[in-house]
C-alpha cells in the first residue's frame, strides 16, 4: 500500500524514533509499504519517520553503493541502522528530501561513513558510502533523529526557505 509522505513543517519529522526490537508481521507490512512508496516516488532512500511512524527503519538502494550508474536499483530495508564515521574530512553535497518540497541545498557532512544495522531476518547489513551516497546514508539516518538536512544549513538560508513555505508560494 502506498503511503502518504509527510511534508515539512510537519512535527513529526523532528520526533526520534524507537528501536525495533523485534520484527512482526507489522514492521514487515511497513517495510513493503516504504519500499511501494518509495518506488513509486524515486529516491535513495526512505524512513519510516517520513510515513509518519517512529521506528528506526530505512530503506536504502543498496546499488548505489557499488558507484556504478547504471547499477539496477536494489532497495533493502535496514533495521536499527547507525553510522561510523571512518573519515570526517568534511565534504558538501547539494541534498534534498522527499519531505522537504521544492528545496535543495549544501550540506557539509564526513566524507566517508560506514552503515551498520540487519535486515528483517535479522541478518548483519554493512554498508560503506563515499561521498554523495555517504551524504545519503547519514540523510536517511538522521530522520529516524529528528533531524532534516536544513537543520544543517546556514540560518540565513534556512530562514529564507522558512519565508517562502510561510507565504504559500509551496503547497
Ligand atoms: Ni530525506
Known sequence: MLRQIIQYPDPRLA???APIEQVGEDIRILATDMLDTLK???????????????????????????????APQNFLPILNPRI????????????GCLSVS??????SRPRLVALDGTDLDG???RLEGEGY?????QHEIDHLD???FI????????????????????K
Open 15 to 17: 520526533q526520534k524514533s
Open 40 to 70: 513509486s516516488i524515486g529516491g535513495l532512500g526512505l524512513a519510516a519517520s517520513q510515513i509518519g511512524v517512529h521506528k528506526r527503519l530505512v530503506i536504502i538502494d543498496i546499488a548505489q553503493s557499488k558507484e556504478d550508474p547504471d
Open 84 to 95: 561510523t564515521v571512518l573519515d570526517k574530512t568534511p565534504h558538501r553535497e547539494n541534498e
Open 102 to 107: 521544492e528545496f535543495r541545498a549544501e550540506v
Open 123 to 125: 541478518n548483519p547489513v
Open 133 to 137: 551516497y555517504g551524504a545519503c546514508l
Open 146 to 148: 529528528g533531524v532534516l
Open 151 to 170: 537543520d544543517r544549513i546556514s540560518y540565513l538560508k534556512r530562514s529564507l526557505y522558512d519565508k517562502k513555505l510561510g507565504k504559500g508560494k509551496i
